[in-house]
């Protein structure tokens, strides 16, 4: 299953690859005459590699996944996402990375395959889908069912950069957030916190020109963006929606925080930018299209009409992990952080969620399970000794 934020790559492959990856399980239930119908099915996904290997050495990675039950999981999608950077970035990947890559990928005995996308939304991840060998959802996944597919990823000599959004004071809202793939995401469902980021790549074949998106990638802005967070004020009756140009006293350098409503995000951005500021820090207001409204989900974000203008990076993060920095803010506090590639640590992460608002859960935290491991200390701290299986393997829930 792809959609308007993923182009296939045309060759049958894809290249080396490794870092944190991201597995997603995504269940869509479709009734008879194209009617979305409820079902109930328990879905886990698992992701798994070799006892040893290090950089340089290629890794076969197994992507797991299965159904509890009780009812057949009829449109189910299990994706790996590849961040950008491994072994290059995904502008610069030659076709030959990317055939060995899909060369590399098995079908499972289910006759389920891993399928190479470039994710062109945001242009910071490959995608290895699975879906059935004729293509479609994948098949066979009735109650109790399983399937596991492979792929290699060749381990990079040095842990590539990550994006990301770091809150360093105060001590209180002090944390990282890491990136979200594509869609909407219950952001703190297993204890950490995504953001999502300015997208609208799907112009620009295969990631090819990065500079027609809605904003920089945030993984590619090294050295990050280093400053104090300032709320915005356009002078209306709703000051913290920046949808007024030009904002009022703002200070040129720092990272601007706005709320979403009232204007498209590139809008948002945009008056920031002409403002002086670094970067945007949106905070959601608890409304997403694909769940229930929850202060706990982001959304993707396209630059709309004036997104194209936009030269700065533009994160969002949920109501709850932005509301306390919009309150220190206007308390007169001071809050300070980092946005952009602000980490190395290489981690493998996974989640699993819906997408059919029919099969969705009113408690917003049922919907999503998410596991996270760090792969780093063993690989390039360790050498990642042989029989260390430790950091190999995760599953979720």
């Known amino acids: 299953m792809t959609s308007a934020n993923e182009s296939l790559w045309v060759s049958p492959s894809i290249g ?4 944190r990856i991201l597995a997603v399980l995504a269940l869509v239930m479709i009734g008879g005459g194209g009617v979305c119908t409820a079902a109930d099915s328990d879905l886990s996904t698992s992701m798994s590699g070799p006892p040893g290997a290090g950089p340089g050495e290629t890794a076969v ?50 006759g389920n395959y891993p399928l190479l996308f470039i994710e062109d939304f945001y242009c910071e991840h490959l995608l290895l889908q699975v879906q059935a060998l004729g293509g479609g959802p994948i098949i066979g996944l009735d109650s109790g069912a399983s399937g596991a597919v492979t ?40 204890g950490w916190h995504r953001y999502t980021r300015g997208g609208d790549c799907d112009d620009v074949p295969d990631c090819a020109d990065l500079t027609a998106c809605f904003g920089p990638r945030v993984s590619l802005t090294d050295p990050p963006i280093e400053a104090e967070f300032e ?68 959304i993707n974000m396209g630059g709309g009409v004036e997104g194209y203008q936009v030269t700065i990076p533009v994160v969002q993060v949920s109501l709850a992990d932005g509301g306390p920095v919009i309150t220190e803010l206007a308390g007169g506090g001071t809050v300070t952080g980092r946005i952009g590639a602000v980490s190395d640590v290489l981690t493998l992460d996974g989640t699993i969620f819906l997408t059919d608002v029919g099969d969705l859960d009113p408690v917003a935290t049922n919907n999503e399970s998410t596991f996270n491991l760090d792969l780093s200390r063993l690989v390039f701290a360790d050498g990642f000794e042989t029989g260390d299986t430790s950091a190999w393997s995760a599953t979720s829930p």
């Open 61 to 110: 990675i197994t992507l797991g996944y299965s159904n509890a039950g009780p009812d057949t999981a009829g449109s189910a999608y299990a994706n790996a996402y590849i961040p950008s950077g491994v072994p290059a970035p995904i502008d610069m990947l030659t076709q030959a990375q990317l055939d060995a890559l899909q060369s590399s990928a098995t079908a499972d005995a289910l």
């Open 151 to 190: 792929f290699g990823l060749e381990i990079p000599m040095e842990p590539p950069k990550i994006g990301g959004v770091i809150i360093d004071q105060p001590p209180a809202l002090a944390g990282e957030f890491k990136g979200a793939v594509l869609g909407e995401h219950i952001l703190n469902a297993a």
């Open 16 to 19: 080396s690859v490794f870092g």
């Open 231 to 298: 709320l915005v004020d356009d002078g209306t009756a709703d000051p913290t929606f920046g949808c007024q140009a030009p904002l009022i006293g703002f200070t040129p350098g720092r990272i601007a925080v706005v709320e979403r409503g009232g204007c498209e995000f590139g809008v948002k951005a945009l008056n920031a930018q002409n403002a002086g500021a670094q970067a945007v820090f949106v905070v959601n207001n608890g409304l997403c299209a694909d769940f229930p409204a929850s202060d706990l989900c982001a």
